[in-house]
């Protein structure tokens, strides 16, 4: 298992610093959903996560840290557990979803697009031009 060479495109970390980590190569463009789970899961109109291959995440501290909730249908979330922050959390397709709010500084993120925005409270207003998807996977 290697281990992505520093420094990093981006580092982030939890509220409490207990749980941290790094992201090398490119930064992947940023991804919403707006389902109902995320928006409870984030308190807010959508999650914001970074879709980062595995070869290109490392933890630096307090993987060992990070509770999980799950629910039955495969959907599940990840967070500190002693500041409940999101954690990055580790997809279905290898894939690791980092939150994008809890990275450290201002990095240059691009926006990838907007899921099940047919969710979407009205309160929540999209400000980009990235393509909206009502669902996930698209429909038809
Ligand atoms: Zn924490
Ligand atoms: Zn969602």
């Not at 790094?22 to 919403?32: H, K, N, Q, S, Y």
């Not at 409870?40 to 995440?57: D, M």
């Not at 039955?72 to 997809?91: I, Q, V, Y």
Request: hydrophobic residues 35%; charged residues 15%.
């Amino acid at each position: 298992m290697s281990t992505p060479a520093e420094p990093f495109a981006a580092t982030g970390r939890c509220l409490c610093g207990d749980v941290s980590w790094g992201v090398a190569g490119r930064l992947p463009r940023v991804g919403f959903c707006h389902c109902s789970l995320c928006r409870k899961a984030s308190g807010t109109g959508s999650n914001a996560v970074l879709s980062v291959r595995p070869e290109h995440f490392v933890w630096l501290s307090g993987e060992d840290k990070v509770r999980g909730y799950a629910l039955a249908s495969g959907w599940s979330t990840s967070f500190c557990g002693r500041c409940g922050c999101p954690a990055p959390l580790l997809g279905g397709e290898g894939r690791w979803f980092v939150p994008a709010g809890s990275l450290d500084g201002q990095p240059d993120l691009k926006v990838s697009g907007h899921i099940f925005v047919a969710d979407k409270p009205a309160w929540a207003v999209i400000g980009d031009d990235s393509p909206q998807f009502p669902a996930w996977p698209p429909q038809g």
